[in-house]
């Protein structure tokens, strides 16, 4: 017959449980206890907690790991997203900017001095045709050279005219096209979850690596991410550094060694300056001493 060792619940002394059993009495307190064998029979042995355990920790991790990488993916989502935006911003400034030249050329061609300036040709014409006239050219010069002005006038308004309706016609087009990028940014702005990232971070490269460490599940959140990020821009501004330093201890030892190899050539030339000197004055007493001795 097998047999279940279990404790007493007053004195906790051991008891030996037969399957069949319906009740027990302990052999040290005289308890009696009854057993509810269904509740016994459904208690988990070792190996089952154990297949219990594993179970819960796998789908934990596939849970964590799943919402990991949905997160990287928003991510990465969010990176296209941030470029076109930065595009499109780049496009209104721009349309903002051709927007404003044009309607400053269409206020220069409604003003008096933009329509004078227009019709400068037809006035020197009828100007040089009065001050021809005046010195006696005739009337017949002065007839052609109203009639001449007046033909002028007109081509000049007509240009005039088309000038200021292509203009206009620019605005409107310009304006239209503003208006339309300026929906694509609202659209973008409501798709995309741009708080997911700190403006701070919104860079290609730390989007990259943003993605790269929540996919490999380096990180499990933005956070981890970012410090991981701020981590290894920390490693490569050290490793820069040492690369700058052990560079410039390079030239700095190859100087030294360039004034090295100078100094004893200096000092041999000044040697040699010396015994070249030396030299002369020994000539110099020698020449002396031979007059001396004539």
């Given at each position: 017959m097998k047999l279940t060792a279990l404790e007493c619940p007053k004195c906790n002394a051991t008891l030996e449980i037969a399957p069949e059993s319906t009740y027990v009495t302990c052999t040290y307190c005289g308890c009696r206890f009854l057993i509810d064998s269904e509740s016994e029979k459904a208690k988990p042995d070792s190996e089952d907690i154990y297949k219990m355990g594993y179970a819960f920790e796998h789908g934990r991790y596939e849970r964590q790991s799943k919402e990991c990488r949905n997160l990287a993916n928003k991510v990465k989502a969010l990176s296209g997203a941030i470029t076109d935006l930065r595009i499109k911003k780049g496009t209104l400034e721009?349309?903002?900017?051709?927007?404003?030249?044009?309607?400053?050329?269409?206020?220069?061609l409604a003003s008096i001095s933009g329509k004078v300036k227009s019709y400068k040709v037809p006035i020197y014409s009828?100007?040089?045709?009065?001050?021809?006239?005046?010195?006696?050219?005739?009337?017949?010069?002065?007839?052609?050279?109203?009639?001449?002005?007046?033909?002028l006038f007109y081509i000049m308004r007509f240009r005039r005219n088309k000038e200021q309706d292509a203009v206009s016609k620019l605005i409107q087009q310009k304006t239209e096209e503003l208006?339309?990028?300026?929906?694509e940014v609202l659209s973008i702005t409501k798709t995309y979850d741009f708080d997911l990232i700190p403006e701070k971070y919104r860079s290609k490269n730390a989007i990259e690596y943003i993605y790269e460490v929540l996919y490999n599940q380096r990180?499990?959140?933005i956070s981890q991410a970012i410090n991981l990020y701020e981590d290894d821009q920390y490693k490569k501004r050290m490793e820069r550094l040492q690369r700058e330093q052990i560079e410039l201890q390079r030239t700095q030892q190859a100087q030294n060694?360039?004034?090295?190899?100078?100094?004893?050539?200096?000092?041999?030339?000044?040697l040699g300056s010396l015994l070249k000197a030396g030299g002369l004055i020994l000539a110099a007493a020698a020449f002396i001493k031979k007059l001396d001795d004539d």
């Open positions: 721009l349309l903002s900017i051709e927007i404003s030249n044009l309607e400053t050329d269409q206020k220069r009828l100007i040089v045709t009065g001050v021809l006239s005046a010195i006696g050219a005739g009337v017949g010069i002065f007839v052609l050279g109203v009639i001449a002005s007046v033909i208006a339309q990028i300026k929906n990180a499990m959140n060694a360039e004034k090295s190899m100078e100094r004893p050539s200096e000092s041999s030339l000044g």
